[in-house]
């Protein structure tokens, strides 16, 4: 099994903005500065434990083979098991899931959930492909990473197109390798199958929390304020449905596509039914079409960046006019952004807090597996709220203690968690 680790130092600023590793680094020497870590602990903390990449032959359905590669990185098991999702995308690269993986050990430590941090992707264009071309590829590529996969080794998760149905696929492959159902080795699974009730919903109703607790902070009267969401997937769309349904305003939404606007305010449910009948939003007619880029400059109280990694640059943040981001995508803001957002005073909930609710309920999922009892919607989703809100002030208390903005102050919380428990665990031999 390939083992590779990455360049150890790391540049005061990205040398790149577009490579969210390069940002992920800079943040995090930032955080270590100010909690005075130990040098040496801090190559630790930042060097990924295991990096594997995979080539995964699949038959297509016309009989020709292709060849997709695959990646699986685990960034840091100290806390416990790894935990982190799996994307399909034809952008993905070992960077990108580098910096994922090491969000998602922060996001843990935040979250107060006993994980490590890992991610996944194969590069693939999953809305070219058949039912049957991506269960076989699912298979193959949960087959080349099953020797670091199991309930107490690294349990994956659905991330940027990926669903229940391929998270049934590695359950049942991991299963049929093991001779016997193992359903803790994923979570985001199928209720019925060892899913749990509410986590669909899961990263999205987190995210309504933190909106709430910024409109608190912000002293923003929410019924009255106006929203903009990037992106309409199992994130963006939820968190805008649930908006919708306490009667916000959500004046802006989009795809791939492009965006849909409406200073009145959106019909989402109707918007969403456009786009599951159609599997776009174009041609849907309740607001008016808008570029992906001007979207995220519409004039709005609330931004809720949904979609991926680097939205928010150095040369569009100065362009914002918003007074909340709450970061439903991971690393949607690039650390250069970060200074401009800071000199317009905007509040930013960093993707390391707002999005947490998805881990926190997979956690809830692996807990339920294991014991093999499962608990009522309304106990997941008051579990849930209660986690969420207990992060949020810890980072809050942390922004005030160290005088830095809500981002630094999250790296702050999870990197400070996770060196106390590799600290107290030593190393081996």
Request: with cysteine; charged share 25%; aromatic share 6%.
């Amino acid at each position: 099994m390939p083992v590779t680790s990455r360049t150890k130092s790391a540049p005061a600023q990205p040398a790149n903005e577009n490579n969210p590793y390069d940002d992920m680094l800079v943040r995090f020497d930032r955080a270590a500065e100010l909690l005075g870590l130990d040098p040496g602990q801090c190559e630790i903390l930042k060097t990924p434990e295991r990096e594997l990449k995979v080539a995964i032959p699949v038959r297509m359905d016309d009989g020709s083979f292709k060849v997709f590669d695959g990646w699986r990185v685990q960034h840091n098991s100290s806390m416990g098991p790894c935990k982190g999702g799996i994307r399909y995308s034809p952008q993905v690269n070992v960077d990108e899931v580098r910096a994922l993986a090491a969000w998602m050990t922060w996001k843990c430590a935040v979250a107060g959930v006993p994980f490590g941090g890992a991610k996944g992707g194969v590069k693939c264009d999953p809305r070219s492909m058949s039912v049957g071309e991506l269960e076989r590829m699912t298979r193959r590529y949960t087959s080349a990473i099953m020797d670091l996969l199991g309930p107490d080794r690294d349990v994956p998760a659905p991330d940027m197109n990926t669903n229940e149905q391929v998270m049934a696929w590695i359950m049942d492959t991991y299963s049929m390798h093991q001779r016997h159902t193992v359903t803790g080795v994923v979570t985001g699974k199928p209720w019925g199958l060892g899913g749990s009730m509410g986590r669909p919903a899961a990263t999205g109703r987190g995210l309504l929390t933190m909106v709430r607790e910024a409109c608190a902070q912000k002293r923003l009267d929410l019924a009255r304020a106006t929203v903009v969401v990037q992106g309409s997937g199992n994130v963006g769309g939820t968190v805008a449905s649930l908006l919708h349904a306490i009667g916000v305003k959500v004046i802006a939404i989009s795809d791939i596509d492009g965006g849909l606007v409406n200073g009145k305010g959106l019909d989402i449910p109707g918007v969403l039914r456009h786009q599951e009948k159609k599997r776009t939003l174009k041609g849907c007619k309740l607001g008016d079409r808008i570029d992906n880029g001007d979207l995220l400059e519409l004039e709005c109280d609330i931004l809720i960046p949904s979609a991926t990694e680097n939205q928010i640059t150095s040369k569009n943040a100065g362009k914002l006019k918003t007074r909340v981001i709450v970061e439903g995508a991971n690393g949607p803001t690039t650390a250069n952004a970060d200074k401009i957002l800071d000199a317009a005073d905007v509040f930013v909930i960093p993707d390391i807090l707002a999005n947490a609710g998805g881990v926190v309920v997979s956690y809830f999922e692996w807990v339920q597996d294991r014991m093999g009892y499962f608990w009522e919607e309304d106990d997941v989703n008051q579990r849930l709220e209660g986690l969420m809100r207990k992060a949020f002030a810890q980072v809050l208390a942390r922004t005030k203690q160290s005088q830095v903005n809500m981002r630094t102050a999250a790296y702050m919380e999870g990197i400070n968690r996770v060196a106390y428990f590799t600290k107290m665990r030593g190393l081996y031999p």
